[in-house]
C-alpha cells in the first residue's frame, strides 16, 4: 500500500525515542570524559619515537636518515642530523637526530612515516588527547615529548611490537656474526626486553 | 489625505523609481517589489482589504519572483558594462507619456463622472466573492478557459519531443 | 460551562491583563498602546518558544538515534538554548568582500519581519486574535509568499553558487507546495463559508454527545489535513523537504555565506515559520483553540491552542527524525502529480459534502470517492517509476 513505509519509518523511530529511555543498552554512545571505551589495537593516532632500554637519548632507534621528512605528505616532520654517531639498536654506529620534531597541527595520522622507516624507528601511538592552550608551541612536539619506551611501545601495540622485536633480535645476531666478537661490542648498549614481556 | 499616504506614496514613487534607475537588473527587480508593496499598502490604507492582499499574493508572490527568476535564467545578472539605458530613449519616453496621459485623463473623467466620492461602498471580501460567482461567473468562467488554455500551452512546450526521451 | 466566573476569567485572563494594563493609560493613546502591547507580547513569547523548541528537537533527535542529546549545560542540559544564544550572539558577522551588502543585510530582517506578521491574524485563544480580519486567511497566504522572496535576496547576494542553487530551489519547492498548500485550506473556507479565521474556530466549536466538529473528522477534512501537513513541510524547508539545505551537496542552501546574528535570524525565521503554520494548521483543521472534548472546556482555551501547537511541532521533529531527504526530481513530482490531484478531488469532495446535506450517504460516497483516487493514483505513480526506487538510465 503506498503510504505504509513512511507509517513503519515512524513506528519505528518512535520505538526508539521511547525505548532508549526504558532500557540503557539502546544507547549506543557513552559519554566521553566520564567513560571511555578502550581503544582497539590497531587505533593510531600520532606518531612517536620508539627507544630501547633505560635512557631515552641513548636507545632512540632513529638514525636521522630523513626519510619519513621527505614521506611525510604534510611535510610536518623536521629533523636535525648530529655530527657524531652512536650505536643504534643493532649496534652499528650512526647518526642521531639532535631536533625530531613533528607538529600534530599538521600531522594527518596517515602513518606513512612509520611505513617508510627502515629502522623501526617511528610508531604510531594511541593517545588522541592532544588539545593545549598554546596553538604555536604547544602543538609542536620534540624529540624528548615524542620518545616513549620499548615497554610502552608493547603496551599499546603488543602484536606489532612483538614482530618488530623479534625482526631486530634476528638482525642484531646477524651483525654480530658479521663482527666476529659480539661481546666486546654489545656490552655497552642495553639490551631490548624479550618480545612478550611487557 | 492623510500622514499614512504620503508615506506609502513616497515609498511606492521611490521603488518605482529606483527600479529604472538602478543599473544591477535584480537590484531594479527588487526595487519593482518595493513598488507592488506600496501599492499594495495603499490598497489597504483605503480599506480595500481583498485588493491589497491579492496584490501582495500575486504581485510580489508570484510576478517579482517570476521576474527574478526570468533574469536569472536568461542572461547573467551582472551589470553589462556599456550602461542599462537603451539608446532610444526618446521613443520609450514617448510611450510613457501617452500611457500616463490616458491614465490621467481616465482618472479625472472617473472623478468627473463620480456624482460625490464621500459615498464610497463598503465592500467586504464576502460581497467580492459573491460577485464573482455570480454576476460576473460568465467573465470569471472566460478567464479561468484562457488561464487553462495558456497552462496547457506551456506543459506543451515544455513536454520533451517523443524519441528524444529516455 | 465557560459562564462560570473562574473558568471565565482563566480563560480570558491575557485579554483582562491587557485591558487593565491599557486602561492605566490615558484613553488618548490605549488604541495603539494595545496594539504595542500584543506586537510585544507575540514579539517575545515565539523566539522564548523557539528556544524550547531546539531543546526539544536535539533531545527528541538523538532520542529517535538512541543517543542522549545535549545533556552538559545545566540539568539533563537544558540550558543549552542559552548557550547556543550566546554563542550565535557573540560570533563574528563575516560579509563576503562580493556580496551585495544591502541586499545581504536585508534578506535575514525581510524573512524575520514577514513571518512574524503571520501571527497577526491567529486566533491564540477565545478572542485573542490581534486583529479580526475579514480576509484574514487570505493575509497570511499573502504574506507567507513573501519569504520566498527573501530566501532568493539571501541566495543571490551572497554570490555564492551553493547559496544560489538553494534559493533556487527553496523558491521553485515554496511556489510548487504553495498551491496544494493553499488549495488544501480552500476546503474549510468552501465548508465555513468565510476568510477569518475566527469564525472558522467559531465553526468548529461545537459539540455532538461531547465530541468535537473538528474538519479533522470528516473525509474531506482528513484528506485536506494530510495534504496540508506535506505542503506545510515542504513550504518551511523541514526535513524530509530541506533540498535547499542539503549540506550533502550545498553546503547550507541559501544561508551558506551567513554568521552570527544574522544566522541565528534566518534560524528564528525558519521555527517562527513552523510556528505559524502549525498554528494555521490547527486552526483550520484541528479547531484552533477549542476544546477537545466538550467537558474539557473548563481549561483555558489558550491552552488548547499552545498543545495543539506544540503537538504538530513534536510532529515535525519526529518526520525529521524519520525520512531521509527526498530527491529534487522526487519532489516536484510528489507536488505536481500527486497532491495536486489528490487536492482538487479533496475539493469536488468538499463541494459534494457542502450540498449532499445531513446523512450517512454524504459520509459513505466522499469516503469512497477519496479513497479510490488515492488509491488507483498511487498505483498509477508506482507503475509509472516516479517513486518508488530509482532507475538508472545509463547504469543498467
Ligand atoms: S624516524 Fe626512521 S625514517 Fe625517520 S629519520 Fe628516524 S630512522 Fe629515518
Ligand atoms: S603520520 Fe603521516 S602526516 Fe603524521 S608525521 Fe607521519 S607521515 Fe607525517
Not at chain 1, 156 to 164: D, F, G, R
Not at chain 3, 156 to 173: E, I, P
Given at each position: 500500500?503506498?503510504?505504509?513505509?513512511?507509517?513503519?519509518?515512524?513506528?519505528?523511530?518512535?520505538?526508539?525515542?521511547?525505548?532508549?529511555?526504558?532500557?540503557?543498552?539502546?544507547?549506543?554512545?557513552?559519554?566521553?570524559?566520564?567513560?571511555?571505551?578502550?581503544?582497539?589495537?590497531?587505533?593510531?593516532?600520532?606518531?612517536?619515537?620508539?627507544?630501547?632500554?633505560?635512557?631515552?637519548?641513548?636507545?632512540?632507534?632513529?638514525?636521522?636518515?630523513?626519510?619519513?621528512?621527505?614521506?611525510?605528505?604534510?611535510?610536518?616532520?623536521?629533523?636535525?642530523?648530529?655530527?657524531?654517531?652512536?650505536?643504534?639498536?643493532?649496534?652499528?654506529?650512526?647518526?642521531?637526530?639532535?631536533?625530531?620534531?613533528?607538529?600534530?597541527?599538521?600531522?594527518?595520522?596517515?602513518?606513512?612515516?612509520?611505513?617508510?622507516?627502515?629502522?623501526?624507528?617511528?610508531?604510531?601511538?594511541?593517545?588522541?588527547?592532544?588539545?593545549?592552550?598554546?596553538?604555536?608551541?604547544?602543538?609542536?612536539?620534540?624529540?624528548?615529548?615524542?620518545?616513549?619506551?620499548?615497554?610502552?611501545?608493547?603496551?599499546?601495540?603488543?602484536?606489532?611490537?612483538?614482530?618488530?622485536?623479534?625482526?631486530?633480535?634476528?638482525?642484531?645476531?646477524?651483525?654480530?656474526?658479521?663482527?666476529?666478537?659480539?661481546?666486546?661490542?654489545?656490552?655497552?648498549?642495553?639490551?631490548?626486553?624479550?618480545?612478550?614481556?611487557? | 489625505?492623510?500622514?499614512?499616504?504620503?508615506?506609502?506614496?513616497?515609498?511606492?514613487?521611490?521603488?518605482?523609481?529606483?527600479?529604472?534607475?538602478?543599473?544591477?537588473?535584480?537590484?531594479?527587480?527588487?526595487?519593482?517589489?518595493?513598488?507592488?508593496?506600496?501599492?499594495?499598502?495603499?490598497?489597504?490604507?483605503?480599506?480595500a482589504q481583498f485588493a491589497g492582499f491579492a496584490q501582495i499574493l500575486v504581485?510580489?508572490g508570484a510576478?517579482?519572483?517570476?521576474?527574478?527568476?526570468?533574469?536569472?535564467?536568461?542572461?547573467?545578472?551582472?551589470?553589462?558594462?556599456?550602461?542599462?539605458?537603451?539608446?532610444?530613449?526618446?521613443?520609450?519616453?514617448?510611450?510613457?507619456?501617452?500611457?500616463?496621459?490616458?491614465?490621467?485623463?481616465?482618472?479625472?473623467?472617473?472623478?468627473?463622472?463620480?456624482?460625490?466620492?464621500?459615498?464610497?461602498?463598503?465592500v467586504t471580501v464576502a460581497q467580492i466573492g459573491q460577485a464573482l460567482v455570480g454576476r460576473y461567473v460568465l467573465p470569471l468562467e472566460i478567464v479561468a478557459l484562457l488561464l487553462t488554455?495558456?497552462m496547457?500551452?506551456?506543459?506543451?512546450?515544455?513536454?520533451?519531443?517523443?524519441?528524444?526521451?529516455? | 460551562?465557560?459562564?462560570?466566573?473562574?473558568?471565565?476569567?482563566?480563560?480570558?485572563?491575557?485579554?483582562?491583563?491587557?485591558?487593565?494594563?491599557?486602561?492605566?493609560?490615558?484613553?488618548?493613546?490605549?488604541?495603539?498602546?494595545?496594539?504595542?502591547?500584543?506586537?510585544?507580547?507575540?514579539?517575545?513569547?515565539?523566539?522564548?518558544?523557539?528556544?524550547?523548541?531546539?531543546?526539544?528537537?536535539?533531545?527528541?533527535?538523538?532520542?529517535?538515534?538512541?543517543?542522549?542529546?545535549?545533556?552538559?549545560?545545566?540539568?539533563?542540559?537544558?540550558?543549552?538554548?542559552?548557550?547556543?544564544?550566546?554563542?550565535?550572539?557573540?560570533?563574528?558577522?563575516?560579509?563576503?568582500?562580493?556580496?551585495?551588502?544591502?541586499?545581504?543585510?536585508?534578506?535575514?530582517?525581510?524573512?524575520?519581519?514577514?513571518?512574524?506578521?503571520g501571527?497577526?491574524v491567529l486566533p491564540?485563544?477565545?478572542?485573542?486574535a490581534?486583529t479580526d480580519m475579514d480576509a484574514g486567511l487570505l493575509f497570511f497566504f499573502a504574506i507567507g509568499a513573501?519569504?520566498?522572496?527573501?530566501?532568493?535576496?539571501?541566495?543571490?547576494?551572497?554570490?555564492?553558487?551553493?547559496?544560489?542553487?538553494?534559493?533556487?530551489?527553496?523558491?521553485?519547492?515554496?511556489i510548487s507546495y504553495e498551491v496544494p498548500l493553499l488549495l488544501s485550506s480552500v476546503a474549510v473556507v468552501m465548508i465555513t463559508g468565510s476568510l477569518s479565521l475566527n469564525k472558522i474556530v467559531e465553526a468548529q466549536n461545537h459539540y455532538t454527545?461531547?465530541l468535537p466538529h473538528w474538519y479533522i473528522f470528516t473525509p474531506w477534512g482528513l484528506a485536506g489535513f494530510l495534504i496540508f501537513c506535506i505542503a506545510a513541510?515542504a513550504e518551511?524547508?523541514?526535513?524530509?523537504?530541506?533540498?535547499?539545505?542539503?549540506?550533502?551537496?550545498?553546503?547550507?542552501?541559501?544561508?551558506?555565506?551567513?554568521?552570527?546574528?544574522?544566522?541565528?535570524?534566518?534560524?528564528?525565521?525558519?521555527?517562527?515559520?513552523?510556528?505559524s503554520i502549525s498554528g494555521l494548521g490547527a486552526t483550520l483543521f484541528l479547531g484552533g483553540w477549542s476544546?477537545?472534548?466538550?467537558?474539557?472546556?473548563?481549561?483555558?482555551?489558550?491552552?488548547?491552542f499552545?498543545?495543539k501547537?506544540?503537538?504538530a511541532?513534536?510532529?515535525?521533529?519526529?518526520?525529521?527524525?524519520?525520512?531521509?531527504?527526498?530527491?529534487?526530481?522526487?519532489?516536484?513530482?510528489?507536488a505536481w502529480?500527486f497532491c495536486l490531484p489528490l487536492v482538487l478531488t479533496n475539493l469536488f469532495v468538499t463541494a459534494l459534502w457542502r450540498f449532499l446535506g445531513e446523512g450517512w450517504l454524504r459520509w459513505a460516497l466522499c469516503t469512497a470517492i477519496l479513497v479510490v483516487v488515492y488509491?488507483?493514483m498511487?498505483?498509477?505513480?508506482?507503475?509509472?517509476?516516479?517513486?518508488?526506487?530509482?532507475?538508472?538510465?545509463?547504469?543498467?
Amino acid at each position: 500500500m503506498f503510504g505504509e513505509g513512511i507509517l513503519k519509518g515512524l513506528a519505528e523511530t518512535a520505538k526508539n525515542f521511547f525505548g532508549s529511555y526504558v532500557s540503557a543498552d539502546r544507547l549506543t554512545t557513552v559519554e566521553y570524559p566520564e567513560k571511555r571505551l578502550e581503544p582497539i589495537e590497531a587505533a593510531r593516532v600520532f606518531p612517536f619515537l620508539v627507544y630501547d632500554g633505560g635512557d631515552w637519548q641513548a636507545g632512540l632507534r632513529c638514525v636521522a636518515c630523513q626519510i619519513c621528512e621527505k614521506e611525510c605528505p604534510p611535510k610536518c616532520i623536521y629533523i636535525e642530523k648530529s655530527k657524531d654517531k652512536k650505536p643504534d639498536a643493532v649496534g652499528k654506529m650512526q647518526f642521531y637526530p639532535t631536533r625530531f620534531d613533528i607538529d600534530v597541527s599538521v600531522c594527518m595520522s596517515c602513518q606513512i612515516c612509520v611505513e617508510v622507516c627502515p629502522f623501526d624507528a617511528i610508531k604510531m601511538d594511541k593517545l588522541f588527547e592532544l588539545a593545549t592552550d598554546d596553538r604555536f608551541g604547544g602543538l609542536i612536539l620534540d624529540r624528548g615529548m615524542l620518545a616513549k619506551s620499548n615497554q610502552y611501545f608493547h603496551g599499546i601495540h603488543p602484536t606489532e611490537a612483538a614482530e618488530v622485536d623479534a625482526r631486530l633480535t634476528a638482525e642484531r645476531a646477524k651483525s654480530a656474526a658479521k663482527a666476529g666478537a659480539p661481546a666486546a661490542k654489545d656490552a655497552g648498549r642495553p639490551q631490548p626486553p624479550p618480545p612478550g614481556e611487557k | 489625505m492623510t500622514f499614512a499616504f504620503y508615506v506609502i506614496a513616497a515609498l511606492t514613487v521611490a521603488g518605482g523609481l529606483a527600479a529604472v534607475l538602478l543599473r544591477n537588473t535584480v537590484h531594479c527587480a527588487l526595487a519593482v517589489t518595493i513598488a507592488f508593496a506600496g501599492l499594495a499598502m495603499l490598497f489597504l490604507d483605503l480599506d480595500a482589504q481583498f485588493a491589497g492582499f491579492a496584490q501582495i499574493l500575486v504581485y510580489i508572490g508570484a510576478v517579482a519572483i517570476l521576474i527574478v527568476f526570468a533574469i536569472l535564467l536568461t542572461r547573467n545578472s551582472e551589470t553589462p558594462r556599456d550602461g542599462v539605458f537603451s539608446r532610444n530613449w526618446f521613443a520609450g519616453l514617448f510611450v510613457a507619456a501617452a500611457i500616463f496621459a490616458v491614465l490621467g485623463w481616465a482618472v479625472l473623467h472617473s472623478i468627473a463622472v463620480l456624482p460625490n466620492h464621500a459615498a464610497v461602498p463598503a465592500v467586504t471580501v464576502a460581497q467580492i466573492g459573491q460577485a464573482l460567482v455570480g454576476r460576473y461567473v460568465l467573465p470569471l468562467e472566460i478567464v479561468a478557459l484562457l488561464l487553462t488554455a495558456a497552462m496547457i500551452g506551456a506543459v506543451i512546450i515544455a513536454l520533451d519531443e517523443k524519441g528524444r526521451t529516455k | 460551562m465557560i459562564d462560570h466566573p473562574i473558568v471565565y476569567q482563566a480563560d480570558q485572563i491575557f485579554v483582562l491583563l491587557k485591558h487593565w494594563l491599557i486602561g492605566q493609560l490615558p484613553s488618548s493613546v490605549q488604541p495603539a498602546a494595545g496594539v504595542l502591547l500584543s506586537v510585544v507580547v507575540i514579539i517575545c513569547l515565539f523566539p522564548a518558544l523557539f528556544a524550547v523548541t531546539t531543546i526539544i528537537e536535539r533531545k527528541g533527535l538523538g532520542r529517535m538515534q538512541n543517543r542522549l542529546g545535549p545533556n552538559r549545560t545545566g540539568p539533563f542540559g537544558i540550558l543549552q538554548p542559552i548557550a547556543d544564544g550566546i554563542k550565535s550572539l557573540t560570533k563574528e558577522d563575516i560579509v563576503p568582500t562580493s556580496a551585495d551588502g544591502v541586499v545581504h543585510f536585508l534578506a535575514p530582517v525581510l524573512l524575520v519581519v514577514v513571518v512574524f506578521m503571520g501571527f497577526a491574524v491567529l486566533p491564540m485563544g477565545r478572542n485573542m486574535a490581534l486583529t479580526d480580519m475579514d480576509a484574514g486567511l487570505l493575509f497570511f497566504f499573502a504574506i507567507g509568499a513573501s519569504t520566498e522572496l527573501s530566501v532568493f535576496m539571501a541566495g543571490w547576494s551572497s554570490r555564492n553558487k551553493y547559496s544560489l542553487l538553494g534559493a533556487m530551489r527553496a523558491v521553485a519547492q515554496m511556489i510548487s507546495y504553495e498551491v496544494p498548500l493553499l488549495l488544501s485550506s480552500v476546503a474549510v473556507v468552501m465548508i465555513t463559508g468565510s476568510l477569518s479565521l475566527n469564525k472558522i474556530v467559531e465553526a468548529q466549536n461545537h459539540y455532538t454527545w461531547g465530541l468535537p466538529h473538528w474538519y479533522i473528522f470528516t473525509p474531506w477534512g482528513l484528506a485536506g489535513f494530510l495534504i496540508f501537513c506535506i505542503a506545510a513541510t515542504a513550504e518551511t524547508n523541514r526535513s524530509p523537504f530541506d533540498l535547499p539545505e542539503g549540506e550533502s551537496e550545498l553546503v547550507a542552501g541559501y544561508h551558506t555565506e551567513y554568521s552570527g546574528f544574522k544566522f541565528a535570524l534566518f534560524f528564528l525565521g525558519e521555527y517562527v515559520g513552523m510556528f505559524s503554520i502549525s498554528g494555521l494548521g490547527a486552526t483550520l483543521f484541528l479547531g484552533g483553540w477549542s476544546a477537545p472534548l466538550q467537558i474539557l472546556n473548563f481549561i483555558p482555551s489558550w491552552f488548547w491552542f499552545f498543545s495543539k501547537l506544540m503537538a504538530a511541532i513534536c510532529v515535525f521533529i519526529w518526520m525529521r527524525g524519520t525520512f531521509p531527504r527526498l530527491r529534487q526530481d522526487q519532489l516536484m513530482n510528489f507536488a505536481w502529480k500527486f497532491c495536486l490531484p489528490l487536492v482538487l478531488t479533496n475539493l469536488f469532495v468538499t463541494a459534494l459534502w457542502r450540498f449532499l446535506g445531513e446523512g450517512w450517504l454524504r459520509w459513505a460516497l466522499c469516503t469512497a470517492i477519496l479513497v479510490v483516487v488515492y488509491v488507483a493514483m498511487a498505483r498509477a505513480e508506482m507503475r509509472s517509476g516516479h517513486f518508488g526506487s530509482r532507475r538508472y538510465r545509463y547504469a543498467e
